[in-house]
């Protein structure tokens, strides 16, 4: 396991997710060109470790599986959901334990993740004994977490020791890690027979799910991605079905048992939506459902996630990269309902792909691969900001049946952040919305703007510095890209940008274009750089 000497760092990956967590770990070497083998981390002979934590005898902390299995005080699940909605149908259950007084979210949370902690850095010693330059831990976090709720979950972490000394730890979004999983990982893309193109991953979990779509190219030798969108939804996942059965179980004549409230969730994984008969509900003698029923516990979560996958086809289309193929992954991707209704919804739209067996280890692995790539291969960062500034920005104003089209005053588009840290060759773009009046020159300038701040705000009376003058004609013929009332219109330009470094001088590269008809193209430079390993 041990590769040959260089710098090196251990790098761990780790998917606290809300009903289960998986760690994965590798060895990075700075002499490596590729990134090294990724294996998942066992603990107590498990890969997959439950999220829970329970208070056992003698005051002794149990979590994970002991927590779940063990009979004996409080047992809190959900920890996660605690960090982001504690208004959850899941956590509002009779029988569902309250935080203790004066504990936070993230209190408890770090207790979590101190005893994951322990663990890890055991095993890591042993596996690694002679590497003592710190661990790298980067954790899968939702793509649409609130600022709060970030804070929250950065502070469990510190405080649960990850991040001392020579360690560091890091965030990636779960959406990300798990186009990271699918792209590298040779046994699944050959599986699923992913080729170049477009590809939307779903990623079902407990309590979100997470939808990315990406860019692949170079598919059967050496794959590359490029993330398009990403997205997730609160309250879209597993939890919420499952409270919705328990609700209608307690709907249902007598009392329920707690055994069967515990095993209703599990009839989700063999419903298929087209049983007739009524269906015997687990751990429940002779009770039975309706599949009408059924359905009507799952639906408006399913309408929830398909409503993501909509949002992101659409946003593929108006970049002009439709989406091929759509991959649903994670528990809730195992579910035959769930794949029979977005199958039927989203047919002659695009061709849903299934997993045929289960990936728990999907974000963790994704995880450790982002942070391997990101130390294997040279990044960015910079002591200032960039923008791009249009001279002449549109903003259609409507009253009633009324609408103009008038001048704004325009506001950099940030396009470089100091401080953060840019992968070399990254890529992106925006849409400006250009005005232009009948009569005037056709042609428009979008400024290259520097700022010494992190967040940039018009209000904060620090004068921009001109970096570069991006001028190009517009295309006054394309309807599709013009909106006009009179003789003013706005007119849809894209700015594509890539990250580029060579000769130690790092370079922005603008193009412009409307729809697939390129106007221009400029290459700026910029200062205050330095690269990152």
């Known amino acids: 396991m041990e590769p040959p000497l260089g710098q090196r760092k251990i790098i761990v990956g780790i998917d606290f997710g809300t009903e289960k967590t998986c760690v994965s770990h590798a060895l990075w070497n700075s002499i490596q060109k590729e990134p090294p083998p990724i294996f998942s981390l066992t603990i107590n002979d498990r890969i997959v470790f439950s999220s829970c934590l329970a208070l056992g005898q003698d005051e002794r902390i149990l979590w994970g599986q002991e927590a779940y299995d063990g009979q004996q005080g409080t047992v809190y699940k ?9 208004d959850h149908p899941i956590l509002q259950e ?11 979210p993230e209190e408890l949370v770090t207790v979590y993740l ?22 790298d831990y980067w954790f899968g976090w ?65 309590g979100t799910t997470d939808v990315v779509t990406m860019q692949i190219q170079n598919s059967s030798i050496n794959p590359t991605y490029e993330l398009l969108s990403r997205s997730s939804g609160n309250d879209c ?31 989700k994984r063999g419903f298929n939506g087209d049983e007739v008969r009524p269906i015997v509900l687990p751990a429940s ?47 809730g991707g195992m579910m035959p309902y769930l794949r029979s209704h977005i199958g039927v919804k989203l047919e002659g739209i695009a061709e849903v792909l299934y997993l045929i067996e289960y990936a728990p280890i999907s974000v963790a692995w994704g995880a450790t691969l982002r942070g391997a790539l990101g130390r294997a291969i040279p990044r960015l960062q910079f002591d200032r900001s960039y923008g791009l500034e249009a001279t002449s920005e549109a903003i259609v104003h409507e009253e009633g049946l009324d609408r103009r089209i008038l001048r704004k005053t325009s506001i950099p588009y940030w396009i470089v952040r100091k401080g953060q840290e840019y992968a070399i060759d990254h890529e992106e773009s925006h849409i400006f919305n250009i005005f232009h009046r009948a009569g005037d020159p056709a042609t428009t300038i979008i400024n290259l703007v520097e700022h010494p701040g992190k967040c940039p705000s018009p209000d904060d009376g620090i004068t921009l510095v001109p970096k570069g003058v991006f001028e190009f004609c517009l295309q006054l013929q394309d309807r ?12 849809k330009v894209q700015i594509a940008w890539t990250l580029r470094y060579s000769k130690q001088q790092a370079e922005v590269e603008l193009v412009a274009s409307v729809k697939d008809a390129e106007l221009g193209r400029k290459v700026g430079i910029l200062d205050g750089h330095r690269l990152v390993h």
Not at 78 to 86: A, H, N, S, V
Not at 116 to 125: H, N, Q
Not at 249 to 261: F, H, K
Not at 311 to 330: K, W, Y
């Open 78 to 86: 959900w920890l996660k959901i605690f960090l982001y909605d504690p």
């Open 94 to 104: 009779p029988n569902a334990p309250q935080l203790p007084e004066g504990v936070l």
């Open 114 to 135: 101190r005893q994951l902690y322990d663990a890890i850095t055991e095993k890591t010693r042993t596996l690694y004994p002679n590497c003592d330059e710190g661990t």
């Open 142 to 206: 939702p793509a649409t977490w609130s600022n709060e709720s970030q804070q929250k979950m950065m502070r469990a972490v510190q405080d649960a020791g990850y991040g001392n000394g020579p360690d560091r730890f890091f965030f990636v979004t779960e959406a990300e890690a798990v186009a990271l999983f699918f792209t590298y990982h040779e046994h699944y893309r050959k599986s699923l027979k992913l080729g170049d193109g477009c590809i939307l991953i779903c990623d079902i979990g407990g």
């Open 237 to 267: 996942g597993l939890a919420a079905m499952d409270a919705a059965l328990r609700g209608y179980v307690r709907s249902l004549p007598g009392v329920p048992s707690q055994r069967l409230l515990d095993k209703i969730g599990d009839l």
């Open 285 to 331: 003698g002779q009770r039975t459902a309706l599949p009408k029923h059924i359905k009507g516990c799952l639906n408006p979560t399913i309408e929830k996630i398909l409503s993501l996958i909509l949002e992101n086809i659409d946003a593929s289309r108006q970049m002009q990269r439709p989406i091929s193929h759509v991959l649903l992954a994670g528990g």
């Open 480 to 491: 599709d890209s013009i909106l006009r009332t009179g003789d003013e219109c706005s007119i």
